[in-house]
């Protein structure tokens, strides 16, 4: 089954590679060929543009040869108009008050540049054409008579000088020049669409383009490739464009995409044929699933029946345990008080204190030791049997407290650093319960430390985590917890200590405590380095 559902995505995988492959292959050329015909089309128009600009120049250049110099009558400037040979006509300096308001502003224009041939405007012709006017000053006598101005036909330049209707631009690509308002001024009158809505630009480039032709009487939206480049003659800008339907180019990659996508589908077609018999497949699979789950939930019946065992058995055991402790404790505990009280006994007397004071005081030591082993024993037979009475107190008190009573303890080779806030937080859980946690962990620090010189630091104030939280730390520089250990430290009766120096029930009673208070214990510990102990308990609120 499981390889039949492999062949199964290999074939998807595959299938959706050559789809992603095809659609690469056609992206890449289709960018190809659109990259290759920008250049053309691109080259041909800044060859016409140039072209055009020579040829409009020329004009200018003719103008200004035949009518600049002194004339020597109005008859010498007509015969100069004629040389010319474009439509023309000469305004005297009394004429120009009756002139159109561009009129009279071409010949101010000449008048302020005699010795230039000023371009512009471009008007439209009744005949649906556009003409460029050039106006010049002429002279007679040595001054201005007045003014020449010639009209070029930009159809005629657009069909004959230029013959840029003949332009060979793929099938149907065609050349036209605009205005700088975006206005064609130069067109192929035989051609049957008309550009109605064209982006046109002022600067050289080339883009590909949406634009509207009427064919047939009804606008069509079309793509087109289109070429720009930017002709100034004496402040008139034209902008000449190279136009290509963007269709006619794509075409050749378009009927390969078409074949390319009829064989994905073939392909697709013969995965689902495959796919739908690996189904089929399945299905009879799925009936012997169905036969072999029975003995599953039979097996897992088994195994948590086992389970259950297991657990049964830890219960009883740990229940054992405590049955036990309790009950040494209590019979040790018994043996203990004529021990202890004898202790006593001899310290009072001098007598002894002067003949065998050193074993007098070791006696004392063991008998306290013995005593605390009892009461650790005790405390570990209680949990979970006595109902606890928890409320709510002055935390930082009770540390003040603490701190008090263990720093006696402290030996001179350790010391005792202590950081207490001053703001008072209250937690809530076993009265006294933070003095022994306190004990505890101090303890432990001194006898991780042994003889050498080291220090203990103890913190305590509100958690730089959460603000609804108080935190206690208790560390030293002593022997540190190897780290295979480390996560056996809060089990009953463990301890790393050498034999006879520890029992193994101290920091299981300390955990237990701070998790009565709603808390929780981490330990970081690193060998020869030292030990930490981060206790973490919940703020109570003491306004109420």
């Given at each position: 089954m499981n390889k039949k559902r492999k062949e199964l995505v290999i074939s998807v995988i595959g299938v959706l590679l050559l789809i992603l492959s095809a659609a690469f292959c056609y992206q890449t050329v289709r960018d190809a060929i659109i990259?290759?015909?920008?250049?053309?089309?691109?080259?041909?128009?800044?060859?016409?543009?140039?072209?055009?600009?020579?040829?409009?120049?020329?004009?200018?250049?003719?103008?200004?040869?035949?009518?600049?110099?002194?004339?020597?009558?109005?008859?010498?400037?007509?015969?100069?108009?004629?040389?010319?040979?474009?439509?023309?006509?000469?305004?005297?300096?009394?004429?120009?008050?009756?002139?159109?308001?561009?009129?009279?502003?071409?010949?101010?224009?000449?008048?302020?540049?005699?010795g230039h041939v000023i371009a512009g405007p471009i008007r439209k012709t009744y005949s649906g054409g556009y003409v460029l006017y050039l106006t010049k000053a002429v002279y007679m006598n040595r001054s201005i008579a007045g003014y020449v101005q010639i009209e070029l036909n930009l159809d005629e330049i657009y069909e004959g000088e230029q013959d840029l209707s003949n332009l060979n631009v793929g099938n149907q690509g065609y050349c036209i020049v605009k205005d700088i308002n975006g206005t064609t001024v130069m067109a192929d009158a035989g051609n049957e669409k008309e550009e109605i809505s064209f982006s046109s630009k002022d600067v050289s480039g080339c883009e590909v383009v949406w634009s509207y032709e009427v064919e047939g009487g009804s606008p069509k939206k079309t793509q087109k490739l289109v070429a720009y480049n930017t002709v100034d003659f004496h402040g008139v800008q034209f902008v000449l464009c190279v136009v290509e339907d963007y269709r006619d180019i794509t075409a050749p990659i378009v009927k390969i995409a078409f074949y390319l996508s009829l064989f994905g589908v073939l392909i697709l077609i013969w995965v689902g044929i495959f796919g739908y018999r690996i189904l089929q497949q399945q299905k009879e699979e799925e009936k012997l699933k169905i036969a072999l789950a029975h003995e599953k939930e039979l097996n897992e019946a088994n195994e948590a029946m086992k389970n259950q065992e297991s657990l049964m058995q830890k219960y009883n055991h740990s229940k054992t345990m405590t049955f036990l402790t309790g009950a040494l404790a209590h019979e040790f505990n018994n043996l203990m008080t004529p021990i202890v009280l004898y202790s006593e006994l001899l310290s009072d007397n001098d007598t002894v204190m002067q003949e065998m004071p050193e074993e007098v005081y070791e006696l004392n030591i063991s008998a306290k030791r013995c005593e605390e082993l009892a009461k650790q024993l005790l405390d570990y037979s209680r949990q979970g049997r006595a109902e606890r009475v928890l409320s709510e107190y002055n935390a930082t008190f009770a540390v003040e407290s603490s701190i008090s009573i263990v720093s006696r303890l402290i030996p001179e080779n350790i010391k005792f650093e202590t950081s207490v806030c001053s703001t008072s937080y209250y937690i809530k859980g076993q009265v006294g319960a933070l003095n022994q946690i306190i004990l505890n962990l101090v303890t432990?620090?001194?006898?991780?430390?042994?003889?050498?010189?080291?220090?203990?630091?103890?913190?305590?104030?509100?958690?730089?985590?959460?603000?609804?939280?108080?935190?206690?730390?208790?560390?030293?520089?002593?022997?540190?917890?190897?780290?295979?250990?480390?996560?056996?430290?809060?089990e009953p009766f463990f301890t790393t200590k050498k034999e006879g120096k520890g029992t193994g029930i101290g920091l299981t009673v300390v955990k237990r405590m701070v998790e009565e208070h709603g808390g929780w214990i981490q330990v970081q510990s690193e060998e020869e380095k030292g030990t930490t102990f981060i206790m973490n308990f919940p703020r109570v609120d003491d306004s109420k």
């Open positions: 990259s290759n015909e920008k250049e053309s089309i691109q080259n041909i128009a800044e060859v016409s543009s140039h072209s055009l600009q020579a040829t409009l120049q020329g004009k200018s250049n003719l103008v200004y040869a035949a009518l600049s110099g002194d004339m020597a009558n109005e008859e010498s400037i007509e015969a100069s108009l004629l040389k010319v040979g474009e439509k023309g006509k000469y305004i005297r300096l009394d004429q120009v008050s009756q002139l159109q308001d561009w009129e009279a502003d071409s010949c101010g224009e000449a008048g302020k540049n005699p432990n620090a001194i006898h991780a430390i042994g003889d050498k010189k080291g220090r203990i630091k103890l913190q305590f104030g509100l958690s730089v985590d959460d603000d609804q939280t108080v935190r206690l730390v208790v560390e030293d520089n002593g022997c540190g917890i190897p780290k295979d250990l480390r996560k056996h430290v809060f």
